[in-house]
Nanobody, 127 residues
Framework: VQLQASGGGLVQAGGSLRLSCAAS????????VGWFRQAPGREREFVAR??????????YYADSVKGRFTISSDNAKNTVYLQMNSLKPEDAAVYYC???????????????????WGQGTEVTVSS
């Protein structure tokens, strides 16, 4: 599985960005996809996750982004998106998408659950 994250950039506080994670080698409907972020000097942290069971979609968010970020997918394009609204300076980080080949399990916010990682895309939020 190869993941390609894109969409990062510089935005003012209160602004919006949409990140994309395009996958090859596996269809997203058979796995779970997560977004994580890592700021300088900090550990990589969970942001959001999407998975499917049949036609039912499951989404999870870190408390710090609930109500502001939305994870979604375009299965025809095999792409997962992270819409980020009302951005804050503390959202600035390198954002990574990752693929979990065993979507039916716990600890969805642990980096160790994820098998493949994209290269990261940087988000900068100016105050």
């Amino acid at each position: 599985v190869q993941l390609q994250a894109s969409g990062g950039g510089l935005v003012q506080a209160g602004g919006s960005l949409r990140l994309s994670c395009a996958a090859s080698g596996r269809t997203f409907r058979s796995v779970a996809v997560g977004w994580f972020r890592q700021a300088p000097g900090r550990e990589r942290e969970f942001v959001a996750r999407i998975s499917w069971s049949g036609v039912t979609k499951f989404t999870y968010y870190a408390d710090s982004v609930k109500g502001r970020f939305t994870i979604s997918s375009d299965n025809a394009k095999n792409t997962v998106y992270l819409q980020m609204n009302s951005l804050k300076p503390e959202d600035a980080a390198v954002y990574y998408c990752a693929c979990d080949l065993r979507p039916n399990g716990g600890n969805y916010d642990a980096t160790s659950r994820y098998d493949y990682w994209g290269q990261g895309t940087e988000v900068t939020v100016s105050s």
